[in-house]
C-alpha cells in the first residue's frame, strides 16, 4: 500500500474546513483571544486583521464549543 501523508497528517483549521482540500481537519482545542494567532510573525498584520473581523463558521467549530465565533 502506497504512503500517503495526507491520511498521517493532522491538520487543525478553524476557517477553511468546508474547502476540499482541507477535508478532515479539525478545530483548534483552544480558544482564540484578541485575534492572536500562534505562528505568524510580527509582519503579518493583513493576516491579524482577517482573523480579526471575521467569524469561522459553525462547521469548523469545535462541537463542544459551538458558541466560539473567533476559533
Given at each position: 500500500m502506497p504512503y500517503h501523508q495526507?491520511?498521517?497528517t493532522l491538520?487543525?483549521?478553524s476557517y477553511?474546513?468546508?474547502m476540499r482540500t482541507h477535508k478532515g481537519s479539525k478545530p483548534?482545542?483552544?480558544k482564540?483571544?484578541?485575534?492572536?494567532y500562534?505562528?505568524?510573525g510580527p509582519f503579518k498584520f493583513n493576516e491579524r486583521?482577517?482573523?480579526?473581523?471575521t467569524r469561522c463558521p459553525k462547521e469548523c467549530r469545535p462541537p463542544a464549543n459551538q458558541s466560539w465565533v473567533f476559533c
Open positions: 495526507q491520511n498521517h491538520q487543525h483549521d477553511n474546513c468546508l483548534f482545542p483552544t482564540r483571544v484578541d485575534g492572536l500562534c505562528g505568524w486583521r482577517k482573523i480579526f473581523i
